[in-house]
């Protein structure tokens, strides 16, 4: 593949030469792998390095076409890029470079390309902030052309987003500044692939101050009052993973989706002054996974391990018999959900509005707010600011000093890590929790019509150590389970409760 500017050698009637891109596709010599598109561009031809392939100096506005030259090879080289990793075809190679393009609305952008090199929560990003944008200006059930987008457009918008009469009021200034950064984007992406020429450009004073994020930290006793109002599987199941998201250094939904029991390790770099039992696990935040974040090397201990047990079987018990491809196999105990985000987005948010519903319910705060209890208790507790964002798998420093200067995965590190993560739990007291979810969830067994099986409650210690064993395998044929630990590669769930 090659593309090269060059000047068309017939003049024009006013002895000017159009400028035009040579296209090669393959072998020369056939005619259908070569293409010359013009350009708008005309210039005597004696202001034209035939060599060089260049404009001269010597040409009266050398400064103003030059810059539109070097935008073009710009824009040529780019649609090279992408068409030798098959991102277009030769046809929509030519429609760019020919601003041919078929595609001219932002939603249209936002359907093909932005769809075809985004991961599929990328995309929905984009395109419900767009979509949020378009009543304000007008263009609800109507595309939004690129060039639509005007000065007088964006003021209109900025305008009507503040008005209380129209969508939801007391609307936030960061949801603001979020549908234009997220416009931006859209637009700054469609310039570097060569779809439009400009760049969106805000004028200064135009997005608007932020707001801190009001939210209040939590309690133990008020998370004691929420376990006490719970009356449903569903529910229960709702305060185990805030607790899990807790007790883990505080996840997202979209981190449950990524943990694997390959992750966990065995590893010397913990060894030297980790004295129990405890699992750890490796963990790139699915948030920033494709950054250079920092890898979070998280604790699960047997209390925290007993949570995922019992919130990965009371997750099977609602959704083995309607959707058991969502279910992981039973002896995977850090994986209770089994499923692609980016490609079952649709299928992800309806399983975490089950759970939204269930903390409106019970008065309890969203999952998210675990993640910011936990990082603001590690403050109360006079952890430095460094070890604060460690823990909860953000960087401290600055990129320059993360990647050259910093090592983060030493021993030392680890150990002060883990150090600050106890006191986080202790200071929460997440034993009294994780005691108390148990004891609601034998209660809510012994009512039959909430079908709690014993086997969901036979992997509780009893208050004397040992293990309440359930109906087992009869049991899991009787309620229709037994296929489910039939995945039980090694019988290992079933020889407990035999």
């Not at 390959?262 to 002054?273: A, F, H, I, P």
């Not at 269930?358 to 999952?367: C, I, K």
Request: net charge positive; glycine share 4%.
């Amino acid at each position: 593949m090659k593309a090269e500017i060059k000047l068309w050698h017939r003049p024009l009637a006013n002895g000017k030469q159009k400028i035009y891109i040579d296209c090669i596709f393959g072998y020369v010599k056939h005619k259908e792998n070569r293409k010359q598109i013009h350009t708008p561009i005309q210039i005597l031809a004696k202001y034209w390095d035939k060599d060089k392939k260049e404009l001269k100096r010597s040409y009266p506005h050398y400064e103003v076409l030059s810059k539109e030259l070097r935008k073009l090879r710009n824009k040529i080289e780019n649609q090279i890029d992408r068409l030798t990793t098959n991102q277009i075809n030769k046809e929509q190679f030519i429609n760019i470079l020919s601003g041919k393009s078929n595609i001219e609305s932002i939603d249209d952008y936002i359907e093909t390309e932005i769809k075809n090199t985004r991961k599929f929560s990328t995309y929905k990003t984009y395109k419900d902030n767009f979509n949020a944008i378009k009543p304000y200006i007008d263009f609800k059930d109507k595309k939004v052309k690129f060039n639509d987008i005007t000065t007088t457009l964006l003021n209109k918008f900025k305008r009507n987003f503040f008005n209380n009469s129209i969508g939801k009021p007391n609307k936030s200034p960061n949801s603001f500044n979020t549908y234009c950064t997220q416009l931006r984007a859209i637009f700054n992406d469609a310039e570097e692939n060569g779809f439009i020429y400009e760049r969106l450009k805000y004028k200064r004073g135009y997005m608007v101050k932020k707001t801190p994020t009001k939210w209040k930290q939590t309690s133990t006793e008020a998370f004691l009052e929420a376990v006490d109002r719970v009356s449903t599987l569903r529910q229960w199941e709702a305060m185990t993973m805030w607790l899990l998201a807790f007790n883990c250094r505080g996840l997202y939904w979209g981190d449950f989706t990524s943990l694997k029991v390959s992750n966990v390790m065995e590893n010397d770099l913990y060894s030297t002054w980790c004295s129990n039992s405890a699992l750890y696990i490796k963990h790139d935040r699915h948030k920033t996974k494709d950054t250079s974040n920092i890898e979070m090397l998280i604790r699960i201990d047997y209390p925290t391990l007993l949570l995922f047990k019992l919130a990965k079987l009371s997750f099977a018990k609602r959704h083995f018999k309607v959707n058991p491809d969502i279910v992981p196999p039973i002896q995977h105990w850090l994986e209770i959900f089994k499923y692609d985000l980016n490609k079952r987005k649709k299928l992800h948010d309806e399983i975490l509005n089950s759970y939204q519903k269930a903390f409106r319910e019970l008065g309890w705060v969203q999952l998210d707010n675990a993640r910011k209890n936990f990082n603001n208790i590690a403050g109360e507790c006079s952890i430095t600011p460094r070890i604060c964002d460690l823990l909860v798998g953000h960087s401290p420093d600055s990129r320059l000093n993360q990647m050259s200067y910093t090592d983060y995965t030493t021993s030392e590190y680890a150990r002060q890590i883990d150090e600050a993560h106890t006191k986080v739990l202790e200071r929460f007291q997440v034993g009294k929790l994780n005691e108390a979810l148990q004891d609601k969830l034998q209660e809510l067994s012994l009512i039959p019509s909430k079908k709690v099986y014993g086997w969901i409650t036979s992997v509780i210690p009893r208050k004397d150590g040992s293990v309440l064993l359930g109906a087992g395998i009869e049991e899991a044929k009787r309620t229709g389970y037994y296929e489910y630990f039939e995945t039980d590669e090694n019988d290992e769930f079933f020889a407990n409760l035999q």
